[in-house]
Each structure stands twice: as structure tokens, then as C-alpha cells.
């Protein structure tokens, strides 16, 4: 890949940028050129992402959490290197389906469905779906009949950028009782699977995961049932304004648990989302506002937190992308970064080193912007969802 490189200060992480050639082919107007806002995706990238995290953990079937970025060229582009995928709606099976990918090897793995997403996706041919309640596996038993049943496990997010908040998951203890349940309602106990937080910094994370889902196991072994999946989630981390250990180390940590802890073998998953797709896209947005208030220097963008980066508000702003500008000039001072709506908000970001001259009409390239940015994006104030380019 070629790429232009956007001079920084010395020790300015966050100035120290690759931005790739065709991102500054639409900036200039080129062949890609558009209005702003708009998500450029370097589907090499995707790939690459792919191949590092099968390379690095062989052993595990890679399912793609379609949730973090739908966009069918993504899509397609996955199916292509090998990836199976994981869905949480029927509308998002339609769109696999749509790009060729067979409705059977995808796994299901929104605890708590939507009743007529169970039907459809049951009749598509979705076999295997997730659950964490008794109310759960009554809705599968009467509207798939047959199928395999996964339970979720809660764990600790300690370490995550964007952590749970506890909304999914069970005890130990309580998945051992709800797999018996399952086969007593004509269902298969199929597996156990767990997230440990999303952008994990922590290899050892997983560690204590697979423990207590190896305690599962042990635990239904002992009664006669043998499960023959544990899914591992998501959680692998992109690098934004940090560096995170090397996948490699990730890959260690999980495999010494399994050797360590697991009673017997069995089929191994992983669901990744933001380790695939965040480092391949970068959003461009435009200047329309600059203002000085209080301390404080603002750059309004025609893009924010509501029409395409929302992970702005659910981390409190702590989630660093990392921003350059069209200016590229040397000397550079802080702004905060706000989107276009009203609402106070809609800020993406404090403390930003740009340009001291940005003024309005200014380009703002906001990196490693694949995951969760359009996928999130509403029509909130009438401003548009940000058109997405592949490359």
C-alpha cells in the first residue's frame, strides 16, 4: 500500500499519521471525490486484519461480528478470505445471505431475540443460537425446535475500552442448570461462550474466561452432557492513539488457558469485529465552524457522535482516534472536536493537536474510523449518515 504520511512534532502521537493515497485523492477532489461526510475502507487492510488473526490463533474459527460494520463489500470481502460470520437480527442474516454466505455456518449470538428473528433465521437455516435465561430458551424451543444451544457466561471487562455493562451473561453455576434445561426442552447443549469487553488491553483476560467455562464443562461432563464449542467472543483491540500487545501474545494467553483448563477438546470460535475493520477507515469531514470559548478552542465538523462516531459518547470521549487535517501545518495547538448537531452532546473529541490555522472549508481525517462509526449513524437534526467508499 502507498501512503502519504502527515508530518508531525516530535512526540505528537496523535499527528503521527498514515493516510492512505486515495483518501487524499477525495480530499483533493480526485477520483474518489465526494461531499463530506464520507468513510473510506481499504479492503486490503480487512483482509490482512483477517489473515493476522487466523495466522496468530489457527485453532479457532473466525466469525465476524457483522454488527461492527454491515457494509456488504466488507462482508463479501470476508467470505471471500474464509471468515464465517455471527449475527444479532434476521436482517442482518439477509444481508449475508444477499452475499452469498450460507445461512447454516452462521452463529446466532444476540442472548435475548427478537421472536420472529428466531423463526426466520430457524427456516433460513441458523442452527445455532445463543441464550442466557429461561425465557430464552423457551422462545428457541417453541420457534426452533431442535436446535443447538450456546449459554453466555459473564466475565470481568477490567482492561476494556468500551466495557459491558452486565446486560448479558450468567453465573457458572447458572449455565450449568440452563443446558440441562435445554435438553429437557428438546434442545441440543451446543456450547458456552463469553466477551470479555470490547477493545480488551488485557491478554490475560481471557484466562479467567476460560476457567470458568472449562468448569462448565467439567461440571456437565459429570452429568452426562458433553458440549463441543466455546466461543470466545470479541474483544481483540485495533490500535488508535496506543500501541496494544502483538496478537501473538493474545493468541499465547488463550492458548496456555485451554491447555491449562479444559477438560476435553472441543470446535473453538472467536467473533472478532473492531481488530477486522477499525484500522481500515478513515472518515473525512469538513470544517464548518471554528470557535474560541473560554479556554477551549472548538472545530465544528459536518460529522459527530450521532451521524456516524457514537463510541464518542459511550466512552466519555476517553476512545482516542487519532485525527489529522488538510492543513498539515507545523505548528499546532488543541481543539475539541464537535459534530453539527445542537445538541451539546455531540462532541467527539477534547484536546486534539491541528492545525492553529484550521479554518472552515478544512478537511478533518479522522483514522482507524471502521467499527461502529456508519453502522451506529442516525439521521439525528436531518444531517445525513456518512456514504461509504471502498478502495
Aim: glycine content about 8%.
Amino acid at each position: 500500500m502507498i501512503v502519504d504520511f502527515v508530518p508531525a512534532e516530535s512526540g505528537d502521537a496523535l499527528a503521527t499519521l498514515p493516510l492512505p493515497r486515495h483518501v487524499g485523492q477525495l480530499a483533493a477532489g480526485g477520483a474518489f471525490a465526494s461531499s463530506t461526510p464520507y468513510l473510506v475502507v481499504e479492503l486490503d487492510r480487512v483482509r490482512r486484519a483477517y489473515r493476522n488473526l487466523r495466522d496468530a490463533l489457527p485453532e479457532a474459527t473466525v466469525h465476524y461480528a457483522m454488527k461492527c460494520n454491515p457494509d456488504r463489500r466488507i462482508l463479501r470481502t470476508l467470505a471471500e478470505a474464509g471468515s464465517s460470520f455471527e449475527i444479532a437480527s434476521a436482517a442482518e442474516l439477509d444481508e449475508l445471505v444477499a452475499v452469498g454466505v450460507a445461512a447454516p455456518d452462521v452463529l446466532f449470538s444476540n442472548p435475548v431475540k427478537i421472536p420472529h428473528h428466531v423463526r426466520a433465521a430457524r427456516a433460513a437455516g441458523v442452527w445455532r443460537f445463543a441464550a442466557d435465561s429461561d425465557a430464552e430458551l423457551d422462545k428457541i424451543a417453541a420457534l426452533a425446535p431442535g436446535a443447538a444451544v450456546y449459554v453466555r457466561l459473564a466475565t470481568s471487562t477490567t482492561g476494556s475500552e468500551v466495557p459491558s455493562e452486565g446486560k448479558f451473561g450468567v453465573t457458572a453455576g447458572r449455565a450449568v442448570r440452563l443446558l440441562h434445561r435445554a435438553r429437557a426442552v428438546g434442545l441440543r447443549p451446543y456450547g458456552i461462550t463469553f466477551h470479555v469487553g470490547s477493545q480488551m488491553a488485557d491478554p490475560a483476560a481471557w484466562a479467567t474466561a476460560i476457567r470458568s467455562s472449562a468448569g462448565v464443562m467439567a461440571d456437565l461432563a459429570a452429568s452426562g452432557i458433553t458440549v463441543t464449542m466455546l466461543d470466545m467472543g470479541g474483544g481483540f483491540p485495533a490500535r488508535y492513539d496506543r500501541d496494544n500487545p502483538p496478537l501473538t501474545v493474545y493468541a499465547e494467553c488463550i492458548r496456555a488457558a485451554l491447555d491449562r483448563h479444559l477438560p476435553y477438546p472441543v470446535e473453538l470460535v472467536v467473533e472478532p469485529g473492531r481488530a477486522l475493520v477499525a484500522e481500515a477507515g478513515t472518515m473525512v469531514a469538513s470544517v464548518i465552524g471554528v470557535a474560541r470559548r473560554g479556554h477551549r478552542r472548538w472545530a465544528h465538523l459536518d460529522v459527530g457522535a450521532f451521524n456516524g462516531l457514537m463510541e464518542s459518547l459511550e466512552t466519555g470521549n476517553r476512545l482516542r482516534y487519532p485525527v489529522s487535517d488538510s492543513r498539515r501545518s507545523t505548528w499546532r495547538v488543541p481543539f475539541s472536536l464537535t459534530g453539527p448537531t445542537c445538541d451539546s452532546q455531540d462532541t467527539v473529541l477534547h484536546d486534539v493537536p491541528l492545525s492553529a490555522d484550521l479554518t472552515v472549508g478544512d478537511r478533518v481525517f479522522i483514522h482507524v474510523a471502521g467499527a461502529y462509526t456508519t453502522g451506529y449513524a442516525s439521521r439525528f437534526n436531518g444531517f445525513d449518515i456518512p456514504t461509504v467508499h471502498c478502495g
